[in-house]
């Protein structure tokens, strides 16, 4: 018997000691020997991934990683690679999917990258940083490499982001790690990921701040630094956008640009003028006018030639947010009032929808005569919450369905699958 216990406890330590021949062993006596490796032509994404993953393995081990640009045999025997891909790798990556390979002596951490928005001299931005601007930009840059190393940093070493800044994270400090061989890739399953948030900037700060007591208020640097923190945490969190689909209000600006060539595409008010009622931002548009259409197409090919990257993959057909102003603000022409099916009673803030899918199919229509696979995207929201009645989704339009906060599940979840019913259908 006692050969036997001998024995397994011989072999238990056996396999220990082969497990971690075959593994990557990070010691705080030999972190000296470790460097991080980005590619001579880092760009913003590899650049920042390093910086990150620096960070976190100098406060686990208490140490100070180097970061440089080429191997170096000689000085480092170990090295994590940022932005490269080992040896013989070809698989084509997925948007946004994200991979770490571990092997005894080297880790690869890489991902589908793509800057579609490139910072700008000319017009930096409030962060006036090349990297920040272009790594936080969760609408138009694909991270699959910081994705990779937040994955790394997750799994690997048990690292947690709690809040936004620096003393949310959470990491166990130890004197050594040993990460065994091992290849893990992660895509993420929605396409577009995000927590609505404000951005804290010092522009917000400037123009809502006066509502606030002073010791509220933040300078620029606290203002940056706080917007910074926010949409870091939001990257450690995956957030982002594999395709960036084009919601928002699409007619903010139509007001000024079209208010003496074209009266025709607004409202007919409820006070009998095609004009805002309120502020020329919520202007209200004509659905039923059959330039409107035209006109939204020639707007998005005018900006697709100007930046084919932000701009190639949907249009915009959202309708301005209300003004306070009620039935007013809505088209009341014979033609917007005889493409609705209203029921008695309702009136035009409680029913618009089948106006604006009219309108959403007529712009997609319009649209792919120019580009096949160009979508149009639309609001299920307030008084187009409800389903359309008569009109039906063509297949190419791309809803944003926004219940009421609070609103009673049961009646939210008919509200959806009559939604269903006229066409929206749930992407794979």
Sequence with gaps: MKNVVFLLCLLQILLSFSCKEGSFIIDKNNIGSIAIVVPDTSNSISTFSATELKKHLDLVLKG??????????????????????????????????SVYVINRNHIYIFGDDAV????????????????????????????????????????ELGIRWIKPGDDGIFCPKTQSLSLAQKDLSWTPSLIQRNIRTDLFSYSDQLLYGQYAPEEFHLTESQA???????????????MGRSTNFRFGHAFT???????????????????????????????????????????????????????????SSSISGCENDSDGYGDDEWCHCDKCMALDERKEGEKLTDYVTDRYVHLWNEVLREARQYKKDIMVTGYAYENMLKPPRREKLDDGILIEFIPRMGGNFEVTGKLYEGWRNAGMKIGD
């Design 224 to 238: 940056v630094k706080k917007q910074v923190d926010v949409m870091t945490w939001m990257r450690r969190m995956r």
């Design 116 to 155: 579609n928005k490139k910072y700008s001299d000319e017009d930096p931005g409030e962060l006036k940083d090349k990297i920040l601007s272009e790594v936080l930009n969760l609408a138009y840059t694909r991270t699959g490499t910081l994705f990779a190393v937040y994955n790394f940093l997750e799994n």
């Design 253 to 311: 600006s139509y007001w000024e640009r079209y208010k003496n060539t074209n009266p025709g595409i607004f409202a007919l008010n409820g006070r009998g003028e095609r004009k805002p009622v309120g502020r020329i931002e919520r202007v209200k548009m004509c659905p039923a006018n059959t330039d409107l259409n035209k006109i939204i197409v020639n707007e998005w090919q005018e900006n697709i030639s100007k930046n084919p990257l932000q701009n």
């Design 64 to 97: 100070d990683v180097a970061i440089c640009n080429l191997p170096d045999e000689k000085r480092y025997k170990k090295h994590i690679y940022i932005g490269i891909k080992p040896a013989g790798f070809e698989r084509i990556l997925k948007p946004e999917e």
